[in-house]
């Protein structure tokens, strides 16, 4: 058995994959809220007291653990500020609904206001009308870009100007992946680009 490397009392169950450190569940939850805590303070991202800012809400675990450490570090530092979930529902069949079962359970649970908004209402065509339309083909880069549109669209008929999301380091691998895949590697396509950005 391997032993926490910062209590050395516990037994490690996580090996952090910047530093390759193995941390039992505490330690590793106290690592990470006090990590997002320093990028918040020495970013000034929450500068504005009183200012209500969205959480773009997907009810996956990315933006689920970002509600949460939000509303964690919110009460334990008083940085003043009051989140709004905010969900955008593409309006494709069997994908988006669950998961909005688990925003919708979120908001409660955070005791958050939940905002959701569906590509019909914003654009008048849900994604499963664009593809009957369009066909598969490219309707992810559709989709992508109505998205972060609605989100701005979302946030600013809450008369809110700033948006967290949940976008993690491999996200931001898989996107230079993916702009670089013309120019060293044309074959990759959007799913080896990501098990790449995993490794
Ligand atoms: N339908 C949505 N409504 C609101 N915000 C969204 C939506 N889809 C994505 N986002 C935001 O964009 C971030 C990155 O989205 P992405 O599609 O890469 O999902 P992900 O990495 O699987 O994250 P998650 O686990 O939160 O779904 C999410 O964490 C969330 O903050």
Redesign the pocket.
């Known amino acids: 058995m391997q032993f926490c490397a910062v209590c050395n009392t516990n037994r490690a169950q996580v090996i952090r994959p910047k530093n390759g450190q193995k941390l039992c569940s505490q330690c590793f939850l106290d690592a990470f809220e006090a990590e997002v805590h320093t990028t918040i303070l020495e970013n000034g991202i929450f500068s504005n007291r009183g200012e209500r800012i969205a ?12 509600a949460a450490v939000l509303k964690t570090l919110n009460e334990r530092y008083n940085y003043g500020v009051e989140f709004v ?6 309006g494709i069949h069997g994908y ?1 609904d669950d ?2 079962e688990t ?1 919708k359970r979120n908001a409660v649970q955070y005791s958050m206001e939940l905002c959701i908004l569906g590509y019909d209402m914003l654009y008048g065509w849900t994604m499963d009308q664009v593809v009957e339309k369009v066909g598969r083909k490219g309707n992810c880069t559709y989709c ?1 870009v109505f ?1 972060r549109q ?2 701005d669209r ?1 946030a600013r008929r809450l008369g809110i100007s700033h ?6 380091a ?2 931001i691998a ?1 996107t230079i992946l993916m702009n670089c895949k013309t120019m060293i590697c044309p074959d990759i396509d959007a799913k080896d680009a990501s098990m790449v950005a995993q490794h």
Do not use: C, M, Q, Y
Request: aromatic share 0%.
């Open positions: 959480v773009g809400a997907s009810g996956g675990k990315d933006s689920t653990v970002l979930l905010l969900s955008i529902d593409e988006r998961s909005l925003v992508g998205r609605a989100l979302g948006i967290l999301t949940g976008h993690n491999d996200d898989e």
